[in-house]
């Protein structure tokens, strides 16, 4: 089981970024696709997760959710995370990961993908 995270880079405060999360080794058709965050110094912070069964998300909070977006692409095996109006303190190593269910708990995922570097300059 692989998970694969890409589109990480350097961006100005403003920007964008589309990160992805290619994920081979098995059917995670009925799994959960999360996306977490670590800046230098503090701890592993859930962004928020989608169903790879029916597309729906969560966030952690509804300030991430209005700049944020998960959305995932079945026949790629692929779950993608939209960052807009990206901030200095958005700087972090971003993580997919999957779970069997649904949660904010880093606890609950079983595989993690190596994580991709964001940073965001003011």
């Known amino acids: 089981v692989q998970l694969q995270a890409s589109g990480g880079g350097l961006v100005q405060a403003g920007g964008s970024l589309r990160l992805a999360c290619w994920a081979s080794?098995?059917?995670?058709?009925?799994?959960?696709m999360g996306w977490f965050r670590q800046a230098p110094g503090k701890e592993r912070e859930f962004v928020g997760r989608?169903?790879?069964?029916?597309?729906?998300?969560?966030y952690k909070d509804s300030v991430m959710k209005g700049r944020f977006a998960i959305s995932r692409d079945n026949a790629k095996n692929t779950v993608y995370l939209q960052m807009n109006s990206l901030k200095p303190e958005d700087t972090a190593v971003y993580y997919c990961?999957?779970?069997?269910?649904?949660?904010?708990?880093?606890?609950?995922?079983?595989?993690w993908g190596q994580g991709t570097q964001v940073t965001v300059s003011s």
């Open positions: 080794g098995r059917s995670f058709a009925s799994w959960h």
């Open positions: 990961a999957a779970a069997s269910y649904g949660s904010s708990r880093s606890t609950a995922y079983d595989y």
């Open positions: 989608i169903s790879w069964s029916t597309g729906s998300t969560y």
